[in-house]
């Protein structure tokens, strides 16, 4: 995993209450924006030469941001995913960086062999996770539901930039949109000459290159188990993402039960695997978080497996079960020292 100024440096370290990617940068000129785009909270931090540079990165890295969104919103009815869901089976061209998300986002449907499915969309919606109306669907309703999610319908035809797909299917492509846009921020961050910046978008953590002055970046990963916003553990990246996708980042409770946004393709309801969360930390932020999605619904047997019988993905995951005890891939093993004031926690090493 490491080239040049990438690398996953000190694996695992104390979290507690660091300031995360704080230390030693005060006297760098940066510059930085929260914004509410793609349905979350992003937070984007530039360092440069001087202030106006960082500020000018920045705002143009919102600027693509809010493009992208217009692209791929599933709500807006501008939007090229709007336009495929709506079609009614026709053709619909797409822009350069819709084929591209699309075209990989299929990839990891048939890698991880439809536990991530693009098409899981009428069934989060039937949940009520696109309005917050949220309810329960009976049992035949949920077999409809399952029975009709199946990306092999999504037709994709990159030469000539279009894709369609079955009148009544829908796609979204929350699951790795945010991770293909911090990738394509990080490029042509890189493009333009900046070699430090942290981009979180809403949890889904882009690095480029180290921290101003050398070091890694810290990145937080959350508890889920914890009431209050609390990190688990701290990892020491550079130039990598680190994608969470966890049961308490959308949710209801129904009679002490918990529901959650990430769907079990095969029954329409939340993917209960015994998860809390999965963190996957590598190059390519569109992996990262398409493999986070789907490993939470593999569950962690059948996605170590998945880790050991691709290792060309290069990626390092952390799995937090739900009885608080961790498991995490051998790169991040050196790593094991958690934030100690949440208790002891057993770890398990997958090798
Ligand atoms: P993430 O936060 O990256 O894990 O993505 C979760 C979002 O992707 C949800 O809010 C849904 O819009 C969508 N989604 C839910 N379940 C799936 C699934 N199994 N495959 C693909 N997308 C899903
Ligand atoms: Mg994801």
């Known amino acids: 995993m490491s080239r040049g100024r990438r690398g996953l440096a000190l694996g695992l370290t104390l979290a507690l209450a660091l300031p995360l990617g704080g230390c030693a940068v005060w006297d760098t000129p940066s510059a930085s924006s929260q914004i509410f785009v793609m349905d979350t909270v992003v937070t984007l931090t530039v360092y440069a030469g001087d202030e106006e540079t960082a500020q000018d990165q920045v705002d143009q890295a919102a600027q693509a941001l809010y493009h992208l969104e217009d692209l791929w919103s599933v709500t807006d009815e501008g939007s090229e995913v709007w336009a495929l869901n ?36 009428p069934a989060v919606r039937a949940w009520g996770f696109t309005t917050g109306e949220y309810r329960m669907p009976g049992e035949a309703e949920r077999a409809a539901l399952a029975a009709d999610i199946d990306y092999t319908q999504v037709e994709l035809d990159r030469e000539n930039s279009r894709a369609r797909l079955p009148e009544g299917m829908e796609l979204d492509l929350g699951a ?52 209050e916003a609390e990190n688990l553990a701290a990892l020491s990246v550079a130039g990598l993402a680190v994608v969470t996708s966890g049961n308490y980042q959308r949710y209801f409770e129904r009679d002490g039960q918990r529901y959650w946004h990430i769907m079990d393709p095969d029954t329409a309801a939340p993917a209960r695997t015994g998860l809390d969360s999965v963190t996957v930390v590598g190059e390519d932020g569109l992996v990262c978080d398409g493999l986070a999605t789907a490993l939470f619904v593999l569950g962690e047997e059948r996605g170590a497996q998945l880790w050991r019988d691709h290792p060309e993905l290069d990626v390092q995951i952390l799995w937090v079960r739900e009885d608080g005890s961790l498991a995490m891939t051998q790169g991040l093993e050196d790593s094991s020292r958690l934030n100690e004031q949440l208790g002891a926690r057993e770890v398990t090493v997958i090798s």
């Open 86 to 121: 709506h079609g009614g089976g026709a053709w619909v061209d797409l822009s350069p960086e819709t084929v591209e998300l699309l075209s990989q986002a299929l990839a990891l449907c048939a890698l991880t062999d439809g536990a991530l499915d693009i098409t899981s969309y």
């Open 176 to 227: 790795v949109a945010k991770g293909y846009a911090g990738a394509l921020l990080a490029r042509q961050l890189e493009e333009a000459g900046v070699t430090s910046a942290l981009l979180n978008l809403g949890g889904n953590v882009q690095t480029v290159g180290e921290k101003p002055g050398g070091a890694p970046w810290e990145v937080g990963v959350r508890d889920p188990a914890a009431q």
